[in-house]
C-alpha cells in the first residue's frame, strides 16, 4: 500500500520540524488491517522514529469520526505537541478527519497549510493556509493540529540504508478496545457510481447548429 | 532542432538537441547527470537478485530453505523496480505447478493463489466470421489458471517470511564490475529533473555488492543484456539470437452466467495473417475474471500493423464478442516474451554471477509456458551458489549452473519443442503441419534442428511494399482506445525526470523510421509512448511520452535501426499489474 500523498507531505514536514531542532520525536500513525504496516514502515524509512499501528478488522469501517475519536485516545496517551495530518484521502476525499480530532481536542486547527513554522519557544505555530481568496497566516498556541496541503514540500524519497534501518524500528500495535473507543458504522455508503461515459462528439455543419445546440442540448446559454 | 552545447560544471555534460516537445539526451550521456562524481554508499550481501519475478523470488526462497536445512547463513537481496513486488508481473497464464513443488510440496496448504485447475482445454483456427475446432495440442491436466502477479506477490511475502530482503521501487541500472567480474549492482539515482539537474530530492543510487548476482528481468532485461554483450554468452553457447513476440492482455469481469472457471482457450489464424505468427488466449480465472490477450510474434512484416489494434479486432469475432459482452475491463497491459526456445539459450553463466528466468529464455513456446522454466532455473542457480558460498573459495564460480541446467526437464523439455516455432517461418500452415508432426510423432527426437529467420528489427519490410491497415474505431464496449485501455494498466512515472527512452541518433526516426517504415513505433507501442507531431513548421517529429510507458521492451526489440535504447526509469514508476 503505498501512503496517501497528503501523509505523506505531513510526514515530510514533521521530520523537516525534527530536523530544525523544534522537536525530538516524530511518531507515524495508521489505523486498519495488515497493509498499514507497510505504510508505517514507509514513514519510517522516511525517518520517523516509532510507529503506532491501530489494528482494526477490516480499513472500510474507519469513517472520519472513528479515526478522529482514535486519534483522541492516542494524544491522551502520548502527549504530543503538534498533530499533523494530511488535509485529506485520496480514497474518500472527505478532508473532515484533521478538523474533527481539534473539536474533540479542543485545541486550534490550522487546514491546507502550504507553510509551516514553529516558534523559537515552541509555544506557538505559524501556519500559511491557502484560502479561495490568497493566503491566510494564521498563529497558533500549542498544542495544535495542522493538516497539509499540496504545495508544503516535496516528501523526501526513502533511500536503502533508510529503509533497512526502519525494519528495526518499532511499531506499537493497539486495538480500538484498549483505547475505550467504540467504532460505529455512523456512516453508509448507499451507491457508488461512476461518472457518465464520455458520449461521442457530434460533428456539427455550421456555426449556426453549433449555436442552436450549445443553447438548446448544452445550456450553455 | 536547437543543439545545445552546455558549459563544463553545468549538471549535465552532453549535447542535446531539444525539439519543442521535449529534450532527448544523447545516450551515454545519462550516466553524467549529476555534478561531480559523488560516492556512493554501498552495501554488501551474499547474493543481491535483480527482480522479484517467478526467477528471482524462487532463487531466494531456496537460498534461505537451504540456509534453514543446513543452518548456515547468507544474506540475500532482491531489488525491484515496480512499486511493489507483483506490480511488473504480466502473464497468460495457466501455470504448470511443477517447479512450485520443488519450491514448496505443501503450496496448496501454504494458501498460494493457484487454485482454479483447467476444466476445459480448447482451440479454434479462426477465420473472419468462423471458428474451426481443432484438437487441442496442449495438455494441461493439473495445470492451473492463475494470475502470475498474484502468485508473484504470494511469493514475495513467502520470501520475506524467510528472511529475504526485497526492495521494491528501486531500479538496478549499472552493473558494477571488478577486474571483469560481475561484483554486484548500482541503483538509479533519484530525483533527476527532466534537464538533467538535481532537485532537492536528490538521492544517489547505492551500490548493492554480492559475492554472486542472479539476474532475473524477464525477457530483455536491461542489465542482462548488457551482460550477454560483454561475456558475448550467446557466442559461447553457440547460440541464435533470441526472437521475440509481444503479448497485449487484458483481464474482464465477466457475468455469473458466462464464467466457467478452468476453461482454457487458445485460437490461431484471423486476425493475423498466414505470415505473421500469432495466437490468442483467454483463460477463466477465480471470481468471475477473465483473463484475455493476443501475442503478435515481433518478426513481422508490415510496419503498418498494429499488435493492440489486431487485439481489439480479435475481441469483435462473433465467436469471442459474446464470451465478453456484458463485462468490463478491470485492467490492461502488454509485454514482450521470448520465443527463440532452445536455440536462443545464451551460456546462462558469467564471472560473479547468472542469468535465471526469462533473461536467459526458457519458455516453452509451443505450450506457452515459461513460469515453470523460470522458476527452475532460479531453484537450479540458488542450489549451485549456496553450494560454492557454503565452500567458502573465493570468488564463487557458478559454473555447475550451466552444467546443471543442461542435465535438468528444463533442456528436455525446450529440446523435445525446438523445432516448432522456427517452422512458421515458412508460414502459417507450414508451421501447424510441422508442429503436429513434431507434438504428435517426432518430439525433437528426429536429428534436424530449424534455425530462426532473421533477427526481429532486421524482418520489417519498408512501408513502400505494404499498404496502411484499417483498422475499426473502437466501440467502447468490448474495443477500446489505447490510451482508455492505458488508463487500466495504472501506469505513471514521476513526470519530471529524463526519458529512459534513449536514441543512439536524435536525428534517425525521422530520417529512417518516418520515411522508410511509417514510423513503425506508433504502432507497435502499446502504451502511445512514441507519436509523430507536427513541429511549428509542420513537419513531422518524434515525441517520445515515456510516462506512458509499460517496460514491456518492444521498441528495444523491434525498431528496424536498434536506434531505440529502454533504460530502466527511476524506481516504482512503471504499471501497477495486481491480476495480470
Known amino acids: 500500500m503505498s501512503m496517501n500523498p497528503f501523509c505523506e507531505i505531513a510526514v515530510e514536514e514533521a521530520l523537516r520540524i525534527k530536523e530544525a531542532g523544534r522537536a525530538s520525536e516524530v511518531v507515524v500513525v495508521s489505523m486498519g488491517g495488515e497493509q498499514c504496516v507497510e505504510t508505517i514502515r514507509t514513514g ?178 | 532542432m536547437a543543439r545545445v552545447l552546455l558549459r563544463r560544471g553545468s549538471n549535465a555534460l552532453a549535447a542535446r538537441s531539444i525539439s519543442g516537445a521535449g529534450a532527448r539526451l544523447e545516450w551515454r550521456a545519462r550516466r553524467f547527470c549529476s555534478d561531480g562524481v559523488q560516492e556512493r554508499e554501498s552495501m554488501d550481501y551474499d547474493v543481491v537478485i535483480v527482480g522479484a519475478g517467478p526467477a528471482g523470488l524462487a532463487a531466494a526462497i531456496r537460498l534461505k530453505q537451504l540456509c534453514d536445512r543446513e543452518k548456515r547463513e547468507l544474506s540475500v537481496c532482491v531489488v525491484e523496480k515496480g512499486a511493489e513486488v507483483g506490480s511488473h508481473i504480466l502473464s497468460g497464464n495457466v501455470f504448470e505447478p511443477r517447479s512450485l513443488t520443488e519450491l514448496f510440496p505443501d503450496w496448496k496448504k501454504q494458501g498460494a493463489p493457484v487454485e482454479i485447475p483447467v476444466s476445459e482445454d480448447k482451440f479454434w483456427l479462426l477465420s473472419s466470421k468462423h471458428a474451426i475446432p481443432l484438437p487441442s495440442p496442449f495438455r494441461n491436466h493439473g495445470n492451473y489458471v492463475i494470475s502470475l502477479s498474484q502468485l508473484v506477490r504470494w511469493l514475495g511475502t513467502k520470501a520475506e517470511e524467510l528472511g529475504v530482503e526485497i526492495y521494491p521501487g528501486f531500479s538496478a541500472s549499472e ?61 559461447q553457447s553457440g547460440a541464435q539470437h533470441q526472437t521475440y513476440a509481444l503479448g497485449i492482455k487484458e483481464v474482464w469481469e465477466v457475468e455469473e452466467s458466462k464464467h466457467r472457471p478452468g476453461f482454457v482457450l487458445h485460437t490461431v489464424g484471423w486476425p493475423l495473417n498466414t505470415k505473421t505468427y500469432g495466437g490468442s488466449f483467454l483463460y477463466h480465472m477465480a471470481n468471475r475474471q477473465v483473463a484475455v490477450g493476443l501475442v503478435v510474434a515481433l518478426d513481422y512484416q508490415n510496419p503498418y500493423l498494429s499488435p493492440y489494434e489486431e487485439y481489439q479486432r480479435f475481441k469483435q469475432h462473433p465467436s469471442i464478442r459474446p464470451m465478453l459482452e456484458g463485462g468490463k475491463v478491470v485492467q490492461y497491459g502488454a509485454r514482450t516474451l521470448n520465443e527463440g526456445g532452445f536455440q536462443s539459450i545464451p551460456k546462462t553463466v558469467f564471472p560473479g554471477g547468472a542469468l535465471i528466468g526469462c533473461s536467459a529464455g526458457f519458455v516453452n513456446v509451443p505450450k506457452i509456458k515459461g513460469a515453470h522454466t523460470a522458476m527452475k532455473s532460479g531453484l537450479l542457480a540458488a542450489e549451485t551458489a549456496f553450494e560454492q558460498l557454503s565452500k567458502g573459495s573465493e570468488p564463487a564460480k557458478l559454473d555447475s549452473y550451466w552444467e546443471r541446467l543442461q542435465n535438468s526437464w528444463i533442456w528436455d523439455e525446450l529440446n523435445a519443442a525446438r523445432n516448432i516455432r522456427p517452422a512458421f517461418h515458412y508460414g502459417l500452415l507450414p508451421g501447424l503441419a510441422v508442429s503436429a508432426f513434431e507434438h ?107 510516462q506512458n510507458c509499460l517496460h514491456c521492451k518492444a521498441c528495444d526489440i523491434k525498431d528496424p535501426p536498434q536506434n531505440i535504447k529502454w533504460t530502466t526509469p527511476e524506481g516504482a514508476g512503471g504499471p501497477g499489474y495486481s491480476i495480470m
Open chain 1, 44 to 221: 519510517l524509512a522516511m525517518g520517523a522514529d516509532r510507529g503506532l499501528h491501530v489494528i482494526t478488522q477490516d480499513s472500510s469501517s474507519l469513517f472520519p469520526l472513528a479515526v478522529a475519536k482514535l486519534l483522541q485516545a492516542l494524544v491522551s496517551s502520548e502527549q504530543p505537541r503538534l498533530l499533523l495530518l494530511g488535509k485529506q484521502a485520496i480514497d474518500d476525499d472527505c478532508n473532515q478527519t484533521g478538523q474533527m480530532v481539534a473539536g474533540l481536542l479542543g485545541w486550534p486547527q490550522a487546514t491546507f497549510a502550504s507553510k509551516v513554522s514553529i516558534s523559537d519557544d515552541k509555544e506557538s505555530v505559524c501556519v500559511e493556509r491557502e484560502v479561495d481568496g490568497g493566503i491566510e497566516t494564521i498563529q497558533l498556541q500549542l498544542p495544535a493540529v495542522v493538516t497539509a496541503d499540496l504545495r508544503l514540500n516535496t516528501p523526501r524519497y526513502a533511500t536503502l540504508p533508510n529503509i533497512m534501518k526502519a525494519k528495526k524500528k518499532s511499531i506499537q500495535r493497539v486495538t480500538p478496545e484498549e483505547l475505550n473507543v467504540v467504532i460505529g458504522s455512523d456512516l453508509e455508503v448507499l451507491e457508488v457510481t461512476e461518472p457518465p461515459k464520455r458520449k461521442a462528439g457530434v460533428m456539427v455543419a455550421s456555426v449556426d447548429e453549433l449555436l442552436d445546440k450549445l443553447k438548446n442540448e448544452a445550456r450553455v446559454f
Open chain 2, 175 to 235: 552493473v558494477l564490475y571488478d577486474d571483469n567480474r560481475v561484483v554486484g549492482i548500482a541503483t538509479n539515482d533519484m530525483g533527476i529533473a527532466k534537464n538533467g539537474c538535481k532537485k532537492s530530492t536528490f538521492q544517489k543510487g547505492m551500490e548493492l555488492r554480492g559475492r554472486l548476482t542472479l539476474l532475473a528481468e524477464g525477457c530483455r532485461g536491461y542489465l542482462s543484456e548488457e551482460v550477454i554483450r560483454k561475456y558475448q554468452l550467446r557466442k
Open chain 2, 440 to 546: 504428435y510423432i517426432s518430439k525433437g527426437k528426429l536429428p534436424y534442428t530449424l534455425k530462426h529467420g532473421r533477427p526481429d528489427h532486421l524482418s520489417t519490410e519498408v512501408s513502400k511494399k505494404h499498404k496502411p491497415i484499417d483498422y475499426p474505431k473502437p466501440d467502447g464496449v468490448i474495443s477500446f482506445d489505447l490510451l482508455t485501455s492505458l488508463y487500466r494498466s495504472n501506469t505513471n512515472h514521476e513526470h519530471d525526470q529524463p526519458s529512459h527512452l534513449l536514441l543512439r541518433d536524435p536525428s534517425i526516426p525521422e530520417k529512417v523510421n518516418l520515411i522508410d517504415y511509417a514510423g513503425l513505433e506508433s504502432r507497435y507501442c502499446p502504451a502511445r509512448v512514441y507519436e509523430y507531431i507536427p513541429d511549428e513548421n509542420e513537419k513531422l517529429t518524434l515525441q517520445i511520452n515515456a
